[in-house]
């Protein structure tokens, strides 16, 4: 019955967002690291060619930082004691890191 809870509250949806938003901001760091080690074809001659995948780069850094604020921002609005907040967040965090390191890894074993 408690599944059916979560079900309710919309809380399996916003758990799945969370983990699509982590793969959108790994991918994006994948693809710029990917452009800044392997420049298009025939613009690879140039040397500042190669500076086009840092942007890419932050952008997918700057999207993890958001859902990682926006994550927390969202424990500490929860009616809970400090300490289980406090918790909440470093689990938060830690699971976020996580991912994106496995996705990481797994995209460079790949390629």
């Not at 790994?26 to 190669?50: M, R, W």
Request: a positive charge.
């Amino acid at each position: 019955m408690r599944f059916i809870t979560f079900i309710d509250k919309n809380l399996i949806d916003k758990l799945f967002t969370s983990v699509r938003n982590i793969l959108y901001c790994t991918f994006i760091l994948a693809v710029g690291k990917h452009i800044h080690d392997h420049p298009p074809g025939f613009l690879a001659e140039n040397q500042f060619v190669s500076y086009i995948g840092l942007p890419i780069i932050g952008l997918g850094l700057f999207l993890f930082l958001l859902h990682l604020a926006d994550g927390i921002n969202q424990i500490i609005k929860l009616k809970y004691n400090f300490w289980l907040k406090t918790i909440l967040c470093f689990i938060h965090v830690y699971l976020t890191v996580v991912l994106l390191i496995m996705v990481w890894f797994y995209r460079v074993n790949i390629s």
